[in-house]
């Protein structure tokens, strides 16, 4: 009984626990397929090394945001995709209507939690 009024209790905590680890994990992968694909040999030849170097810096600067920012709000991982995303996504645009070795499943969608397969990239759960 007491176990079934603390669970219940806890419940709305652990789904926003859970959607905070989703985002997160979300913004971990974009950012892991990101540079994946910007330094991608099939690519090289393709994108403007100002342009690589501007997704490179912005990728950089996303992932010393996330290691210093592990407990951040869902929210704050939203934004900072989407900040992303924002620098991203018109270099990969000007790339011939998608290259091959970019991620599949289209780049606005690919930090949705899901359709998570393991070999997207790195999963990290922190769930306290």
Request: charged share 35%.
């Amino acid at each position: 009984e007491r176990l079934v009024q603390e669970a219940e209790r806890y419940k709305a905590e652990d789904e926003a626990n859970r959607a905070r680890v989703e985002a997160k994990n979300g913004l971990e992968n974009y950012v892991f397929q990101i540079k994946n694909s910007i330094n991608d040999e099939k690519l090289a030849d393709k994108v403007s090394a100002e342009d690589k170097a501007k997704v490179l810096d912005a990728v950089n600067t996303t992932t010393q945001w996330l290691d210093s920012n592990q407990q951040a709000e869902k929210e704050e991982f939203e934004e900072k995709q989407k900040a992303l995303e924002a620098i991203v996504l018109p270099v990969l645009q000007n790339l011939s209507g998608g290259a091959e070795g970019m991620p599949s499943g289209g780049m606005p969608g690919a930090g949705a939690p899901a359709g998570g397969d393991a070999d997207e990239g790195p999963k990290i759960e922190e769930i306290d």
